[in-house]
Nanobody, 122 residues
Framework: QVQLVESGGGSVQAGGSLRLSCVAFGYTANCMGWFRRNPGKEREGVATVVSGVSINYADSVKGRFTISQDNAKNTLYLQMNSLSPEDTAMYYC??????????????????WGQGTQVTVSS
């Protein structure tokens, strides 16, 4: 069992930055990732990291967002730079113990945090 607790969301102007954090309580998961969802839309993958080394990003965030882990703190981060209003969403941390997980398949992740809201104003 893994419990995920996100923090770091907030309101920022376009062009600004935020860093999201996700603390994992329990076992260390092999697959971890960040997803986001706007009301009325499907949850979409933002970035994933597998085994601490294999990283994937959604095309819409490449070059702007960076996913990282601090295993000593059991914490997953998402550094978000050059934010735009299109990045406004509820952001969720996700985890799973499988050997491989897919950024585009939310069903690969069994454990989810409660979400943290990111709002970017123009």
């Amino acid at each position: 069992q893994v419990q995920l607790v996100e923090s770091g969301g907030g309101s920022v102007q376009a062009g600004g930055s935020l860093r999201l954090s996700c603390v994992a309580f329990g076992y260390t998961a092999n697959c971890m990732g960040w997803f986001r969802r706007n009301p009325g839309k499907e949850r979409e993958g933002v970035a994933t990291v597998v085994s601490g080394v294999s990283i994937n990003y959604a095309d819409s965030v490449k070059g702007r967002f960076t996913i990282s882990q601090d295993n000593a703190k059991n914490t997953l981060y998402l550094q978000m730079n050059s934010l735009s209003p299109e990045d406004t969403a509820m952001y969720y941390c996700a985890a799973d113990f499988r050997s491989y997980c897919n950024l585009w398949r939310t069903s690969d992740f069994a454990y989810w945090g409660q979400g943290t809201q990111v709002t970017v104003s123009s």
